[in-house]
């Protein structure tokens, strides 16, 4: 169809990870050959290489009820099966989160279904994932796409329960759900909490995965939808609907869900009107058509308060029939492959970068300072022949001169290396602090004492009022860690400018610690939180089931960043000196081999020949490891056009 379809794109990403890791494989190779590999790096490359393994690119689709969003993810993904793999008839069909991807761990295809009365317990969904028994599984057979259809279908199932049984489960409000209750007065309830389904599409396992969501009332039900998954997927599409246009539940999904997700430059968020084929009239020229088609968008995007630019219309149902049939004019009228152009060439791209930013800048920055460490070996080994040759035919009194001026360098050296260890201990002990304000203790202390007054409160007030004295605490913790760190980062950036300043070893930079990522959350948690806190439902809802909800899905992701702050902050405390300290003992042994190849030759002229020897045979060795860690990096930096273009080459 288009050479820059999504699918080739994806191929070209995974191929890139591939030589990604390959290089990785090969860095780790060179240090045990190189005799520089100790255990602390080997398992810090391993777990690099196993995060590369476990990469994926998620793609969100998020929209009310019958806008054609399910649809839409038959014809981008999954037409090669000529015909609707996933349930997308008319009207709701979409009945909890469904999760799509390749489980590479356990390497089968499966459809596991996570009952809906597990509402009622104290687990959110991402501790059930850890625990594949609390799910009902599915067999899927991939060689048949009618029986992976039929299987599909067990994830849209509805079951008819009790009033009381659904308020329980906080699905179901007296006052706004008067219309869904049946004629014996039972609601019909989603037979599922959430859904995951693994199998072997090529995209999937090149590490797509597809998050399908459900309307906004679900939305509502499933907070880890919102402060989870959804601000975690690398792309989010909120889907129109070109026979509606944007209606009230869709701004209240866009504003309450949708709009925030963009505040990170590195995360895509595109808006699709779907559904263009309701507008298609045989009476009009397709001029006219287009300006109709045009109008809604321009409308959609004032609404929305966004560039109109953005707004991509498309008929998915005529994309997914087009491509059926292999009917080019259908597939062009449809607008399909223009969403599909930019799926690959705007999301892809930031996906690479947050996988630059993580695994290729950290395993580059190893790269590197082995790099600067044969770098700086070669030069010392340079120094020395150039001094030894110098020597030749010179007398006695030189060379003393020579071991006097090394000696009192040695001496300089070694104060300066007193003076490296006492702001090291100021490091440390910044460290320690910064370690100490994100504690889990306190922060399991303030959780307890808030669970306790929320189930001492016989008020709504009361309740709204601990939930808002929780999240004031730690939003202030946060903050206190975050300006911590700022001071711990200035200190180290002022201790390697020194000790490079003072010994000329070069532009060695320390890793520095953020605490933006973390930050963000927590403002995105305190938000949704107050959100919960000043909703209607929140107050007609059951005391037990409002605490409950609160500390499964707020209260234990505030407490998942915590953690995850702790230890990114622990790991980069221990490893923040590590380049400077390889440099100064670099330089130590150095000092003392110079110092005893001056001592011998003092003592014997014979020597100076067989060392210059040496030395030769060394920096020959030196510039061979330099040019494997300069090919290394060059492979490491390779961009993702690269690959595309080689894939585009071969599929030609």
């Known amino acids: 169809m288009a050479a820059d379809r999504f699918t080739d794109q994806m191929q070209a990403y995974g191929k890139w990870k591939s030589t990604l890791a390959q290089a990785i494989i090969n860095y780790q190779a060179w240090l045990e050959k190189n005799h520089m590999s100790v255990a602390d790096l080997e398992l810090r490359i391993f777990e690099l290489l196993e995060q590369l393994k476990g990469d994926s690119l998620t793609i969100a689709f998020v929209a009310e009820f019958a806008r054609g969003k399910t649809e839409l993810i038959n014809a981008i993904f999954f037409s090669e099966y000529d015909r609707r793999l996933l349930p997308s008839e008319a009207g709701r069909t979409t009945m909890c989160p469904t999760e799509l991807f390749y489980d590479i761990a356990e390497n089968e295809s499966y459809i596991r279904l996570l009952p809906i009365e597990t509402r009622l317990e104290d687990t959110s969904i991402s501790e059930h994932k850890k625990n594949p028994i609390n799910w009902t599984n599915i067999n899927l057979n991939t060689s048949s796409s009618e029986d992976m259809a039929e299987a599909f279908r067990e994830v849209v199932k509805t079951k008819p329960v009790s009033q009381e049984q659904a308020h329980k489960l906080g699905l179901f409000d007296a006052e706004h759900d008067k219309g869904h209750v049946n004629d014996d007065g039972s609601i019909n309830i989603p037979m599922w909490r959430h859904a995951l389904i693994s199998f072997p599409h090529p995209l999937l396992k090149e590490g797509l995965n ?83 088609i045009q109008a809604q968008c321009s409308t959609a995007a004032k609404m929305l308060d966004i560039d109109e630019k953005t707004v991509f219309p498309v008929s998915a149902q005529k994309g997914l029939l087009a491509k059926i049939r292999h009917d080019k004019e259908l597939v062009e009228k449809s607008n399909i492959l223009s969403l599909e152009s930019i799926l690959s060439t705007d999301i892809l791209p930031k996906k690479q970068e947050i996988v630059r930013d993580s695994i290729v800048g950290e395993i580059g920055s190893m790269v590197k300072q082995s790099r600067d460490l044969i770098a700086s070996r070669l030069n010392d080994a340079n120094k020395q022949l150039s001094e030894l040759k110098n020597l030749s035919g010179k007398n006695e009194d030189v060379i003393t001169h020579l071991l006097k001026k090394t000696r009192s360098e040695q001496a300089i050296y070694y104060k300066s290396v007193e003076s490296f260890q006492a702001n090291r201990k100021l490091f440390n002990e910044a460290h320690t602090q910064l370690l100490s304000i994100l504690s889990l203790n306190e922060l399991d202390q303030l959780m307890s004492k808030t669970r306790k007054t929320m189930a001492n409160t016989w008020t709504t007030v009361g309740l709204k009022n601990s939930m808002k004295a929780f999240f004031e605490v730690i939003t202030n913790t946060i903050k206190q860690a975050s300006e911590r760190t700022d001071k711990s980062n200035m200190l180290i950036q ?159």
């Open 494 to 652: 002022g201790i390697y400018r020194k000790f490079n300043a003072e010994h000329n070893l070069g532009n060695t930079k320390p890793k520095l610690f953020s605490m933006s990522k973390y930050k963000r959350h927590m403002e995105r948690l305190y938000h949704e939180a107050d959100a919960y806190r000043k909703s209607p439902v929140t107050t007609m809802t059951e005391q037990s089931f409002v605490i409950k909800k609160f500390f499964i899905s707020m209260v234990s992701h505030a407490r998942n960043t915590f953690f995850n702050a702790h230890h990114e902050a622990e790991v980069w405390g221990k490893a923040a000196m590590s380049p400077l300290v390889a440099r100064i003992k670099e330089h130590k042994d150095q000092m003392e081999k110079r110092l005893e190849s001056l001592r011998k030759i003092n003592e014997s002229r014979d020597t100076l020949q067989s060392r210059v020897a040496e030395l030769e045979r060394t920096a020959e060795a030196l510039n061979i490891q330099l040019a494997d860690l300069n090919l290394l990096m060059d492979t490491l930096n390779q961009p993702l056009d690269n690959f595309i273009k080689k894939n585009k080459a071969k599929v030609a």
């Open 210 to 292: 597809i998050l399908d969501t459900p309307g906004l009332n679900a939305m509502g039900a499933e907070p880890e939808l919102t402060l989870n998954m959804l601000p975690n997927a690398q792309a989010v599409v909120f889907v129109l609907a070109a026979d509606t246009g944007v209606t009230k539940s869709d701004m209240d999904m866009w504003t309450h869900h949708v709009k925030a997700l963009n505040a990170d430059a590195r995360h895509a968020r595109l808006v699709v009107l779907n559904k263009i084929d309701t507008l298609w009239d045989e009476l009009k020229d397709e001029g006219s058509i287009n300006n109709t």
